[in-house]
């Protein structure tokens, strides 16, 4: 419970700093420079709106008319003419991207521009933004300085602004990138920007059914406004409607209820309605939903409307129709050379890599455009996108834990898992985009919580692993062999049923007297006597690599296993045996508890090591035949009179040991004979005596093995003579003497087969 705590607290955390970071202005812009680029792209380019056309002022109408590059310095009676050449072919809307504030060098190319814009009566001229700034500072108080930003409108030249239907500026930032354009500018005193003049000029026709509909919601409003299309002065129309519409937020639903209703609104108008009602009632700054690179919008050059023709006449080609449309004029390079030489350029999402960027007459013919067709982006509102972002961020965490394995596949399956929530969150975030133009955020998630996520669960996931392992190391390490426990850490994944083939010695002790001491003795007292005889055994054990698999009553199984046969174990297990013999010496020796003699088996060679039981019952124990026979030899020490015993599969090859070979027995229970030999001391450290006992007992031993059982008997009495207490001597010694009694009609075997255990 503590686990999933911690892990829905980091699911949490990277939920809560991606909406945190998207409700900053630093995530603003990553999703501005980076989210917006990618679902742009992801969608690819869109078809522009037939109604808006741009005719652009570039290198090749220059080089056509020869005329220099820069648009100021081109003759206003080509405008002029242009103009007239647009009227004829009934463009519904004339709008100059070009500053025209400063008079021309020939005053009558003014006059000539002048009329040719007041007879077309649907002329908009974009005006030059000026900006000052005031630096208010206390120097009393010592407070420090304000800068104030104040804005205002140039001037255009008066003979064409008088001419104009309508003049407004179109502000952009000169920054690093360009995603939104304004309809109303509040540092302006509210004043409608290009496009929205342009879009209110364009829905004229549909005024006389917009009045009609405002008559029905606010009749005081539908009076206030002039009857009169023709007679509407553009710029107080907007301001009075824009004042309306933020005053009464219901206004707008309503007429868009009433226009859908009404069954004498042809779609023209319908359409043109809606697009007011969204440039009035909405947002005074729109996010810029782009149609393509440069040129997406269909551009003219202005060189083939103002050329004459075969006949020497000025004519607008049938190829080009501009009726009902919106006509935008201003410079649009066609190469990134020559827009070089004017820089009236902006980054987009849509900059080509050989540098050609969206020009000032494309960005606004896109906010036309997204006015027109009510297509501007829509940025979530910042709650609902923090509250998105607090969901993906903490499902991305949490399907990371959903993989139960700590290994490599985990972690695959972790990365897939965050890649398909990733991948569903992305296509949706597309689909919204292309369908509905709905702005999921996009950068935050990839940038920051993804990888967040990744690095938070990968780390995590890994603190606890380690965590684990060093539980399972500290819990089972008491139990199992130290490299059974590593290799179940490093990888082998969680414990089950299934078991592991080591090779590994096994040795088993047993108690004597224990039986009657647990009848005679109090209950506490004995559990105090064994955990003090056990303290002896233990530490030899795992002072030498041992572990303890089993404890039952007063005998102990201990092992030393690894994966393949390994003589160094062999080594360490009998010395952990001879320092066991040494400790059970000085644990007897104490005045303050009872002796407690025993008696040790050790035998090598393959066992199981693995979680023996069923249902809810397991235990993790060695299993096979190494087991059962450590045992048996552990027993015949109550034969021979020994302490150790060991196995010839133990010692062969170990020349560090002195050894006294026993013979060969059949174990209880068995059916095949092993070697047996006494493991008395350390080589070095074993004395006269005992190294004179074992060359007597081999030389005995080896009478007996070729049958001579006087000989043997003669030899092994001589033992008796020089060490009286030896229990082998006085085991062999009997045996040869019973066996002379015996019928000598069968071969002589001389295996020694123990009925007993």
Known sequence: MKRWFV?????LFVGILGAATYLMPQGVGLEEQFGLHWLFH???????????????????????????LRPSL??????????????RASAAVIAFDLAFDRPSQMAEQDVQFAAAIAHARNVVLVEKLDFDEIVLADEKAGQPAVTILQEWAGEIVPVLAHAARAQASFPLPKSAWVNQSWTFRPSAGDMPTFPAVVLQLFALPAYGSLLHLLAGVNPALARRLPPDAQAVEIEEL?????????HDPMLGPFILDKAARHPGLNAAHRRMIHALVNLYAGSEIRYLNFYGPPRTIKTIPYHQLVERDHDNQFAISEAFDFSGKIVLVGFSAATAAEQDKIRDDYHTVFSRADGLTLSGVEIAATAVANLLEDKALLPLPPL????????????????GFLVPVENARAVLAMVMLGGIWTAIYVCSAIALFSAKHVWLPLA??????????MIGVSALRYFEANRERKRIEALFGRYRPWQVVQDVVNGAGPIHAESQLVYGVCLATDAEKYTTLAETMDPRQLALLMHDYYASLFEPVERLGGKVSDVIGDAMLAIWAAAVPDQALRKQACLACLDIVAAIDHFNQSAHHPPLPTRLGLHFGEMVLGNVGARQHYEYRAVGDIVNTANRIQGVNKFLGTRLLVSEEVVVGLNDFLLRPLGRFVLPGKSQAINLLELVACREASHEAQQRLCEMFRQALLAYASG?????????????NDFPEDGPTQFYLKHCQASLQLPSSQPWQPVIRMQLK
């Not at 907007?238 to 933020?246: K, Q």
């Not at 935050?444 to 996520?453: E, K, S």
């Open 7 to 11: 892990r829905v607290l980091l699911a």
């Open 74 to 87: 081109w003759p206003r009676t080509l405008h002029a003419r242009l103009v007239e050449q647009l009227s």
């Open 42 to 68: 992801a969608r690819g380019n869109q078809p522009a709106p037939a109604e808006v056309v741009v005719v652009s002022l570039d290198q090749a109408a220059a080089s056509h008319l020869d005329l220099p």
């Open 384 to 399: 609902s996108g923090a509250l998105i972002l607090c969901l993906y961020g903490s499902v991305v965490c949490l399907l």
């Open 708 to 720: 001579d059982l006087n000989a043997a008997c003669r030899q092994f009495q001589m033992i008796r």
């Open 238 to 246: 907007i301001l009075d409607l824009r004042s309306a519409f933020l």
């Open 444 to 453: 935050i998630p990839m940038l920051i919580q993804l990888p967040m996520g």
